[in-house]
């Protein structure tokens, strides 16, 4: 899967600004680029949840975040990632007082 294919499956426009963005991304994490279907697999995993994989507004980073207010979706979520994380080892940072996780 390509740059755009990924930025498009994870439900962003191809604009030149954001096919900039993820690269910038993805040249700080290359291991990003092997995982691109399990991570859209996580995205549409977490759509029933308010859940979804996208690009930081503040860093270069991907981030997994839950939108949701009930504390028995929120503890899923945080399952959810936790099982994937551990799948994948992956380095996440958990954002205080946030239901977001940077994927480091």
């Known amino acids: 899967m390509d740059t755009k294919a990924f930025a498009?499956?994870?439900?962003?426009?191809?604009?030149p600004h954001i096919i900039e963005q993820m690269n910038a991304i993805l040249n700080k994490n290359d291991r990003i680029a092997t995982m691109f279907d399990h991570l859209v697999a996580l995205h549409d995993k977490l759509?029933?949840?308010?859940?979804?994989?996208?690009?930081?507004?503040?860093?270069?980073v991907l981030k997994i975040k839950c939108e949701n207010n009930s504390p028995q979706l929120?503890?899923?979520?945080?399952?959810?990632?936790?099982?994937f994380s551990n799948k994948y080892k992956l380095n996440l940072k958990k954002l205080d007082h946030k239901e977001v996780y940077y994927i480091l």
């Open 8 to 15: 498009t499956q994870l439900g962003y426009d191809t604009n």
């Open 47 to 60: 759509k029933h949840i308010n859940g979804f994989v996208a690009m930081s507004n503040s860093d270069d």
């Open 74 to 83: 929120i503890e899923e979520f945080h399952e959810i990632v936790q099982k």
